[in-house]
């Protein structure tokens, strides 16, 4: 079994989360598959790490042949504790998903499940976070199944660039898309993000709401144009965010190198 | 006194922090200030959001002059509930920081500052994240403030890309920098991230922990060789991620665009 491609995945919906064992039903037949997951859902946790807290991690029935545990840490904790202390060899691969809701666009900024991949991708190990555009618990996996198989089987074969990974998002149309494209992340934001209550005592509290705008609806390079056409978006991503220096911002280089307070 | 520019001020250290008054007491001379800080330490949260718990803003006594609220969210809650519920107007400027420890290298991935700094560009309003590379709650920041006052000056005045905030690390050396520099960030990676303990009875549990490692020690391209040598790293990093396709990933264009499940 050593032979086989190791495979680990995270997600951020949790272990009891249906789009991970989708994920895991197709990633059986790759390569030895393990599963470490929060315990609950930790959406929205983007790279979090959990600095003070104790993390404990317990595992749990194997699932159709994958080796599965629960953290009660972060989508990276997950990844990190896989790392140092659950896996015995180094993984071959890392998958995070199938998220429950689209990571397209800004989303990918916030994700748990684009997180974990994000972290797989710093540990140097080639990783792919997929998501289907439905919020749905017992949402329609099969969808994502074609994309799931042609890309891992691709990724395991060819590789990733070192620090590249991929943002995968499937569009819920109801059946498998007819085909995938290379996308830029679509230019958009979030209106009225916070929703204002007021509780029994009159004080004022917010909850996370809005809706998406899309600032560029026509651009058919963007993840959000092909998601509304039915076509599967890949967004190849880097870890590492530094930029070359644009000339206009020149002036950092007439800073003075030996002044005094 | 609407003339002068707005600054909006976070970190993730807390409102309670040194490093977030001492870079307040800088910023007040360049416009007016609000700062927007969670009510207690949220180190290592990223661009995290909070999804499903209420979120509660606080005014506190004002500072210096300065506008003061801390929130019960993350980092980037902070900067989203200032945008939507607390300014009046679009800041001119977003500083996050002063923060307690370093954030060159990886760690920028995991800072809850950079988080802040991130979602301040992400809003495209000119962006800096401040760090100093000392964890003591009384460090002392007078070494930071001509780094703060020199680039704060700077990019009031000549802004910076849309997209490209600035990630500046300051090294705890007793005095004022000699100098800053350009930089890329580090390669580098964190070494035995996670202690174990037993507890009473009997069940492991992790803390974070680990040391971290600097993959290209001998670098003066990088972020960390320029602080061991004295001078303040600046770091240009976009907000957005995806990467310009490498040859490398040929393959993916070679995906069927019609198949079927």
Request: proline share 7%; charged share 20%.
């Amino acid at each position: 079994m050593d032979n086989r491609p190791l495979i680990l995945v995270s997600n951020d919906d949790s272990i009891y989360a249906k789009g991970v064992k989708e994920l895991i039903s197709r990633l059986v037949k790759f390569g030895d598959v393990v599963a470490v997951c929060p315990d609950a859902p930790r959406s929205g946790q983007s790279m979090a790490i959990t600095v003070n807290d104790p993390l404990r991690i317990t595992p749990m029935p194997d699932f159709e042949g994958a080796k599965m545990y629960k953290t009660s840490g972060t989508p990276v904790d997950c990844i990190k504790l896989a790392m140092h202390h659950i896996l015995k060899r180094r993984p071959d691969l890392v998958v995070a998903g199938i998220n429950h809701g689209s990571n397209a666009s800004v989303n990918e900024l916030y994700s748990g499940t684009m997180g974990a991949t994000f972290e797989g991708c710093a540990f140097g190990i080639p990783s792919i976070g997929f998501s289907l555009t439905s919020h749905d618990p017992d949402a329609d996996f099969t969808q994502c199944f074609r994309a799931v198989d042609t890309i891992v089987e691709k990724v395991l074969r060819g590789g990733l660039p070192e620090g590249i990974c991929l943002n995968v998002n499937i569009p819920d149309i109801g059946h498998t898309p007819a085909g995938m494209r290379i996308c830029t992340p679509c230019h958009g934001h979030w209106d009225d993000e916070y929703k204002a209550y007021t509780d029994p005592a009159g004080h004022t509290f917010y909850l996370l709401s809005g809706e998406f705008i899309n600032d560029e609806p026509d651009n058919e390079l963007t993840d959000e144009w092909c998601l509304a056409h039915g076509i599967i978006s890949i967004v190849p991503t880097s870890v590492n965010r530094s930029v070359l220096i644009p000339k206009s911002l020149a002036w950092l280089y007439s800073l003075p190198s030996d002044y005094k307070l």
